[in-house]
T-cell receptor, first 114, second 110 residues
Framework: ETGVTQSPTHLIKTRGQQVTLRCSSQSGHNTVSWYQQALGQGPQFIFQYYREEENGRGNFPPRFSGLQFPNYSSELNVNALELDDSALYLC?????????????FGPGTRLTVL | KNEVEQSPQNLTAQEGEFITINCSYSVGISALHWLQQHPGGGIVSLFMLSSGKKKHGRLIATINIQEKHSSLHITASHPRDSAVYICAVHSGGSNYKLTFGKGTLLTVNP
């Protein structure tokens, strides 16, 4: 059984650029959630995808967008990068997204915006 | 005020000590999660609770729904327990959003 993987591990971008982060969910899981974790803070919910549809969204502007593919892998896209977007981006997959499901986290992508 | 508050923010203990980390929340929840995050970022789910108490090895988690409070206990702490421990709650409903506390940094010295 393959765990949750994320790519790339680290990324450096400049203000105004666009970035795409990728997440492969654990085998058998159809739900992926994305989180942003600033240094010294707890993760903040960005959005969740369930069976290729956005299932819920946190307080993030529209320049944060996502996709989920038929194999349930997912992408997080951020346009017009700002300095405050520098953070660890985590994805987590679960069997169905229900509150009773355990979420399995990937190792994260550390994004630095200069 | 954050919806999920953890205390203490930082905790230093000697190997073998009994550890307690507290989590209070202000919203109605369907489940509460305790997570462990090691340096470098990887997060591991330790427990999911909706009532009562759960035990796994040296770790014990309890929740009091009426008081909106949960505790994570570590018995016979060990340096490898050093990590950030995060409490997160599910508000339930159709939005499966997890709301996280800021975490408690635990350092266990040999």
């Amino acid at each position: 059984e393959t765990g949750v993987t994320q790519s790339p591990t680290h990324l450096i971008k400049t203000r105004g650029q666009q970035v795409t982060l990728r997440c492969s969910s654990q085998s058998g899981h159809n739900t992926v959630s994305w989180y942003q974790q600033a240094l010294g803070q707890g993760p903040q919910f960005i959005f969740q995808y369930y069976r290729e549809e956005e299932n819920g969204r946190g307080n993030f502007p529209p320049r944060f967008s996502g996709l989920q593919f038929p194999n349930y892998s997912s992408e997080l896209n951020v346009n017009a990068l700002e300095l405050d977007d520098s953070a660890l981006y985590l994805c987590a997959s679960s069997f169905s997204g229900a509150s009773t499901d355990t979420q399995y986290f990937g190792p994260g992508t550390r994004l630095t915006v200069l | 005020k954050n919806e999920v508050e953890q205390s203490p923010q930082n905790l230093t203990a000697q190997e073998g000590e009994f550890i307690t980390i507290n989590c209070s929340y202000s919203v109605g929840i369907s489940a509460l999660h305790w997570l462990q995050q090691h340096p470098g970022g990887g997060i591991v789910s330790l427990f999911m609770l909706s009532s009562g108490k759960k035990k796994h090895g040296r770790l014990i988690a309890t929740i009091n729904i009426q008081e909106k409070h949960s505790s994570l206990h570590i018995t016979a702490s060990h340096p490898r327990d050093s990590a950030v421990y995060i409490c997160a709650v599910h508000s339930g409903g159709s939005n499966y959003k997890l709301t996280f506390g800021k975490g408690t940094l635990l350092t266990v010295n040999p």
